[in-house]
Structure formats: C-alpha cells, structure tokens
C-alpha cells in the first residue's frame, strides 16, 4: 500500500511513502501505534494529527490503526492509561515502602511524577488535559477511567495507613486528603506545562508538598 508522506507543517510531499502492512494484531503492533502517536502528538499537537498521520508514522495501514483503537480519542485514551498506569506502579512501590515515613513517601511520589512529565513535556501538554477529565470523571471511554480509579483507590491506601500510624491528620477523611493531594498535582502540572517561566517541575512540586503536609501532618 502506498501513501503520501506529509512534508514540514503537514504539507503533502512530492515522495510517496510505502507502507508495510506487515504486523500481526498484536501487543507488537498496538505499542508501535502508540509509540508513533505520541511522537506526532508531540511534535505537531493533537488536534493536528489524524489517523492516516498515526498510520504512515508507524508504516501500517489506517484499517490496522482503527482495528486496534476504533478513534483517534481511543488511541488518546491508551496513551492516558499507559501514564496512569505509571503513576499506579509507583504508589505500589510506596505502599510496599516500610522504611521511610508516609510524609517522606508522598513526597517522593510528587518528584518522581514531576521528573517523568518534564522529561517529554510536549507529549503532556498535548494529553493532560485527558488525564485531567478522566480524573475528574468527564470522561468514562476506553480503559483509562478504570486505571484511574484504582490509582486513587491506591492513593486513599496511603493516607489511611498514615493516618493509622499517626503521620497524618485525621480530621479529614483519607478520601479527602487523597484528593486534595491529586489536584494539587494537577494544578500544578497544568500551570507548569503551559508557563516556561516555572522551572523545573520536580522542584515545584516539592515546595508544594511542603505546603501541603503543612496542613495534612498530625498535630501530635
């Protein structure tokens, strides 16, 4: 199958691309798709890609593109639950960290969530604002709501156990801390992908936890 490639600005080139169609339908093939997605997200923003884009990146056909997603706002979604599910396997390694304080671990958990978002900024300025809808429930499509939920289940985990030991205030709820806690990050992030003048993530992100705890730490 042969496709025309796009030049700088997405302007058609005078080559044309082949396309090897090659791939089973696999998890080989999904990774690909996603992987040239979130280049071209990255590089020309999202709205400005479409499927055939998304196609030609990964040197598959459109067909191969829509049986493994169904919609560019699906193959937006698989991007979200591969971060969401980043953010998941670092609160299981927190939980399962008995050497440090619940106060230490939250901290962490925002500097390593600020580090992997610096670290392909262009990429999360385009798809925050999905993991953001997803967080705040606007969106129940695809499998991104349900690793969301187990996220936050994970989460309100953490400030139960401190609040059990002592670390934490009790005079809110772990529900309400947990979230507190979530759109604290998320504010921040948002203001920090869209504002060069912020510096570093990690860095802000720990002065915000400091602040934070301020207020969530036990008063015993």
């Given at each position: 199958m042969w496709v025309e490639g796009r030049?700088?600005?997405?302007?058609?080139?005078?080559?044309?691309?082949?396309?090897?169609?090659?791939?089973?339908?696999?998890?080989?093939?999904r990774a690909l798709v996603l992987k040239s997605a979130e280049k071209l997200f990255a590089t020309r923003g999202l709205h400005n890609t479409s499927m055939q884009d998304i196609a030609a990146e990964a040197q598959v056909s459109r067909a191969t593109v829509f049986n493994q997603f169904g919609s560019k706002q699906l193959v937006l979604d698989a991007i979200t639950a591969q971060s969401l599910r980043r953010y998941r396997d670092?609160?299981?390694?927190?939980?399962?960290?008995?050497?440090?304080?619940?106060?230490?671990?939250?901290?962490t958990l925002y500097q390593q969530m600020g580090k992997?978002?610096?670290?392909?900024?262009?990429?999360?300025?385009?798809?925050?604002?999905?993991i953001r809808k997803v967080s705040m429930g606007l969106d129940g499509e695809g499998e991104s709501p349900a690793v969301r939920q187990e996220t936050f289940d994970?989460?309100?985990?953490?400030?139960?156990?401190?609040?059990?030991?002592?670390?934490l205030t009790r005079t809110q709820t772990a529900e309400v801390l947990a979230t507190a806690y979530d759109s604290l990050l998320s504010g921040a992030v948002i203001q920090w992908l869209h504002d060069p003048r912020k510096g570093a993530l990690p860095q802000l992100l720990s002065s915000l936890m400091d602040v934070f705890l301020k207020g969530a730490a036990s008063g015993r």
């Open positions: 030049g700088r600005g997405g302007s058609m080139s005078s080559r044309p691309r082949q396309v090897r169609d090659v791939r089973t339908y696999g998890e080989e093939t670092l609160l299981h390694a927190a939980l399962g960290d008995d050497k440090r304080s619940m106060p230490e671990r939250l901290r992997g978002i610096e670290s392909n900024r262009a990429l999360y300025r385009e798809v925050f604002a999905e994970l989460l309100v985990a953490m400030f139960e156990r401190g609040q059990a030991s002592g670390e």
